[in-house]
């Protein structure tokens, strides 16, 4: 079976400080994807990144940067400098490859409260 | 390119009452998804439409169904709704079924069961 664990299920830092959010997964598949996904107080879901299981590169956008290892199946999310406005729900995600599904497991999403 | 639309945003109904809930993917999008989320359950998904067809469904009672139109705008509906249905429904387009398509999502339904 597939699962996503986000063990952190809030973390509150200060504006400025850097915060890594925790996501593992579970699957006996060799291909599949991996997500994180941004919930702000709207409600709406906001793709940030998507990693297949064969590109291991660490990716970094702007403040944000991700650390993919197979080795101990994490998929790990660090904010540089936060700022109030990425106070959401983070959510990590899994999609197996193959088949006709896109359906996406996640996680039960990490609360970050940035205080000014 | 506009977004991934939902309607209503917002919706009160009583148990036992039925609802339907209209997504319109991206344009060019011809895959729909549907997750539910609640406090208690978290995100989880519901069904997948590509081309009309549906190719996926997650475990949920048949009271829930849903259907996809030949412009890949999607609904869904519960029927003989339980107070336990109150969660925010979210649809998500992406391009094709299969493979590792991005989903992208709309605001949100959120039902609220009286």
């Known amino acids: 079976a597939q699962k996503v664990t986000q063990a952190q299920t809030e973390i509150s830092v200060v504006e400025k400080e850097d915060v890594t959010l925790d996501c593992v997964y579970e699957?006996?598949?060799?291909?599949?994807?991996l997500f994180w996904y941004k919930q702000p107080p709207s409600g709406e879901l906001v793709f940030l990144i998507r990693?297949?299981?064969?590109?291991?590169q660490n990716e970094i956008s702007g403040r944000y940067s991700w650390n993919f290892q197979k080795s101990t199946s994490s998929f790990n999310f660090t904010i540089t400098a936060s700022q109030v406005v990425d106070s959401a729900v983070y959510f990590c995600?899994?999609?197996?490859?193959?088949?006709?599904?896109?359906?996406?497991?996640f996680g039960t999403g990490t609360l970050l409260a940035v205080q000014p | 390119k506009a977004g991934v639309t939902q309607t209503p945003r917002y919706l009160i109904k009583t148990r036992g009452q039925q609802v339907t809930l209209s997504c319109s993917p991206i344009?060019?999008?011809?895959?729909v998804s549907w997750y539910q989320q609640t406090p208690g359950q978290g995100l989880q998904f519901l069904f997948e439409?590509?081309?009309?067809?549906?190719?996926n469904k997650g475990n949920f009672p048949g009271r829930f169904s849903g259907r996809q139109f030949s412009n890949s705008r999607s609904e869904m509906n519960v029927s003989t709704l339980e107070l336990g249905d109150s969660a925010l429904y979210l649809c998500?387009?992406?391009?094709?079924?299969?493979?590792?398509?991005?989903?992208?999502f709309g605001p949100g339904t959120r039902l609220t069961v009286l």
């Open positions: 995600a899994l999609s197996l490859y193959g088949g006709a599904t896109n359906k996406l497991i």
């Open positions: 699957t006996r598949d060799t291909t599949y994807y």
């Open positions: 990693r297949n299981s064969f590109d291991e």
């Open positions: 344009s060019g999008h011809r895959s």
């Open positions: 439409y590509f081309s009309e067809t549906q190719r």
């Open positions: 998500a387009s992406h391009y094709a079924a299969g493979g590792p398509d991005t989903q992208y």
